[in-house]
C-alpha cells in the first residue's frame, strides 16, 4: 500500500501543504462555503468548499502518493460527522470534465464509499442567450449526517438557483 506525504498544517492561512518527491508543492483547503445558506435562505452549517492546488508551475508526473495525501487529508475532515464537502471543476481551463472523473476515481478505489455518499451533477449555467458553461460538481457528506436530506434537496437546487432570471 502506498504511503502519503508528510503534510504540515498552517493555522494562520488554515491550508495543508506537502512536497512530493519531485519537489512540486501543494496545498489543500476546507473553505466555507455560503451558498447552501443562500440558496435555502436558513442557516446551513459545516458545507466547505474543497480547494487543491499545485503551488508550483512544474508539470508532475504521475504520483499516486499525491492522491493518496489528499485522501488522508480529507478523511481527517470527516471525522466531524456534521461536515460536508462540494467539490467544482469549471470549464474555465478545459481541464474540468478529466479533473472531475480524476476525482471519481479517487472515491470508487477509496475506501470511504462506505461511509461518505457521494453525489454527482453536471450544471449547466447559462451565460447569455449563446453561450453556457458546465460545472462538474460533487457533494460528499457522511452517512451519519443528521442533516443529510436537507442537504441533498439544497445540492439539487444549485443549477435551477443559478439559472434563474436576474
Known amino acids: ?11 494562520r492561512s488554515e491550508t495543508y501543504s506537502f ?11 476546507f473553505l ?9 435562505g436558513e442557516e446551513i452549517p459545516n458545507v466547505f468548499q474543497l480547494i487543491v492546488e499545485k503551488t508550483t508551475d512544474e508539470i508532475e508526473p504521475f504520483d499516486a ?21 462540494i467539490y467544482i471543476c469549471s470549464e474555465a481551463n478545459d481541464k474540468a470534465k478529466l479533473r472531475h472523473e ?8 477509496s475506501r470511504y464509499k462506505t461511509f461518505i455518499v457521494k453525489l454527482d451533477n453536471v450544471i449547466s449555467i447559462t451565460i447569455n442567450t449563446t ?9 460528499l457528506f457522511h452517512k451519519q449526517n443528521s442533516n443529510f436530506k436537507r442537504l441533498i434537496e439544497i445540492y439539487t437546487q444549485i443549477e435551477e438557483t443559478l439559472n434563474e432570471e436576474k
Open 65 to 85: 502518493s499525491v492522491s493518496k495525501t489528499i485522501e488522508h487529508i480529507v478523511e481527517k475532515f470527516f471525522h466531524k460527522t456534521e461536515n460536508s464537502l
Open 32 to 40: 466555507v462555503d455560503e451558498s447552501f445558506t443562500a440558496i435555502s
Open 131 to 139: 453561450e453556457t458553461q458546465k460545472l462538474y460538481t460533487s457533494f
Open 19 to 29: 512536497t512530493t518527491k519531485n519537489k512540486i508543492i501543494y496545498k489543500v483547503a
Open 102 to 109: 480524476i476525482f471519481n476515481r479517487w472515491y470508487q478505489n
Open 1 to 11: 500500500m502506498q504511503n502519503h506525504y508528510s503534510y504540515t498544517f498552517d493555522i
